[in-house]
């Protein structure tokens, strides 16, 4: 796309070749039926995918890590999306997410069944909603972890609230996924750790989406901590994904990414970008309509081994250069693309 080729020169040049760029983006591109983001990529001309498309190529990531993309069996959407974008990527992950897969329960209790809150994630159809990973460099799929169906009630410390026993003894922590990926890089192996957390809000007073929030978050400390079945990663390695919750502001219970950012196994880049600033806060990756507002919910953070050159937000000043490049305003997504430069030890 030659506006995102433009862009590249007037915002952030891609990483230089001894360095990584690792990013991740809530692309909103999720459909409301199986197969229909599909149609809409191989039709053409839609301009939330042109936008979403112009700004990976933007920031050009070596390594990028979506959320909200449609899985399906063939990984046929994900193959789409990687070819529209200049250059292709030539490595792609997927698994079935939590979101939509049925439980034939009444998971949120209202007397009914088959509903999309009925699933273990909530989704209107198996795969609505997932996470996937584009890669410059081989993923090593036979070593994955996917700690995906942890149930809520198993993680240490967990905080639930009650919930009837056939519930619990069916309901997984993750919303989405929780996933451990190794990729080989030409510098060497970087383990990605990542994860899409539901949205604290849209429960009653139980708390329920608050609480889970927290806990799918936490699973990091936990996994850190070595308190799970599955031993920590050997550093380097990247927490990289969607907390949904701000670790200052907004609603939610914010103590377990709060916890995150000050880990000292990690370093926290704290991406900034003038134009969310203007928003909110510079670290801002999001930008909900008011009362909300701005907040901080997506994270890149490297394990401390890893050398920090760079980061930014994808927050362009509306108006500007760099936002004209990326299209008319309102066919953006509402959460921007997070990018960090790393060196490898």
């Known amino acids: 796309m030659i506006r995102a080729a ?6 952030a040049a891609p990483a230089a070749a001894e360095t990584l760029r690792v990013a991740t983006f809530n692309t909103g591109l999720s459909a409301r039926g199986p197969g229909l983001l599909l149609g809409r990529l191989i039709k053409g001309d839609d301009p939330e995918i042109d936008a979403a498309v112009a700004m990976i190529e933007a920031t050009s990531p070596d390594i990028l890590i979506l959320q909200d993309i449609d899985f399906d069996a063939g ?15 030539p490595h ?5 997410p939590n979101t939509g897969m049925a439980t034939g329960l009444d998971m949120d209790e209202d007397g009914r069944l088959g509903g999309p809150r009925d699933a273990q994630g909530f989704g209107y159809f198996a ?4 996470m996937a990973i584009l890669s410059r460099f081989p993923i090593a799929e036979d070593e994955v972890r996917d700690l995906s169906d942890l149930l809520w ?13 056939d519930v619990a003894e069916a309901q997984r922590l993750s919303s989405v996924g929780h996933w451990i990926v190794p990729v080989d890089t030409d510098q060497g192996r970087l383990t990605l750790m990542t994860w899409s957390a539901t949205p604290p809000v849209f429960d009653g007073p139980e708390d329920r989406n608050g609480r889970r929030n927290r806990d799918e978050t936490a699973l990091w400390l936990r996994l850190l901590d070595g308190e799970l079945a599955v031993p920590p990663p050997e550093p380097p390695f990247i927490i990289a994904g969607l907390g ?5 502001s907004g609603e939610g219970r914010p103590d377990a990414i709060s916890s995150l950012l000050g880990d000292p196994r990690l370093r926290d880049p704290a991406p900034t970008s003038p134009g969310a600033g203007r928003a909110g806060k510079p670290t801002d990756t999001v930008l909900f309509n008011p009362p909300t507002g701005p907040l901080r919910v997506s994270f890149v953070l490297p394990s401390a081994d890893l050398t920090v050159l760079r980061s930014g937000v994808l927050w362009p000043i ?7 490049a990326l299209g008319p305003l309102e066919h953006w997504p509402r959460h921007r693309l997070v990018w960090v430069d790393i060196a490898l030890p």
């Open 75 to 89: 990984g046929a959407a994900l193959s789409a999306l990687a070819e529209r974008i200049e250059p292709p990527y």
């Open 6 to 11: 433009a862009l590249v020169l007037l915002l």
């Open 318 to 324: 509306e108006d500007s250069p760099e936002a004209d």
């Open 92 to 96: 792609r992950f997927a698994l079935l």
């Open 153 to 165: 009630r198993d993680l240490p410390g967990a905080i639930p609230p009650p919930l009837p026993e």
């Open 127 to 130: 795969g609505d909603g997932g």
């Open 244 to 248: 949904n919750v701000d670790p200052d």
